[in-house]
């Protein structure tokens, strides 16, 4: 289990290379990602969601976070699924991003 963990923090912080372009967060503390599954063999399962479902750069951000954690080692495959069900709020922010943003 202890490899699996260190997997966990490898693509949590990737994600949080993972910027949404008109927001100067990134989406792992934006609240963006609501689900991160690890499977068999190093099968990478992550649900997520966009700040507004007509985002017009929601296929390059999801192409990015398949991009970035498929380069992980220990990483063997990908699927990003985008949701929006339920619908983002500013209240799936972490403190600090809320902070950062002037939410608070």
């Not at 963990?5 to 609501?34: C, S």
């Not at 479902?53 to 990483?75: H, L, N, T």
């Amino acid at each position: 289990m202890e490899a699996a963990q260190t997997l966990r923090d490898k693509i949590e912080a990737t994600l949080r290379t993972v910027y949404d372009p008109e927001i100067p967060v990134n989406i792992f503390e934006l609240g963006l990602v609501y689900e991160i599954k690890i499977g068999d063999a190093g099968r990478v399962n992550i649900i997520m969601t966009l700040t507004a479902p007509g985002c017009p750069v929601a296929g390059d951000i999801v192409m990015e976070v398949d991009q970035k954690v498929r380069a992980i080692e220990g990483v063997s495959d990908v699927d990003v699924h985008l949701t929006f069900d339920p619908p983002w709020t500013k209240d799936m922010m972490t403190e600090e991003a809320r902070l950062e943003l002037g939410f608070m």
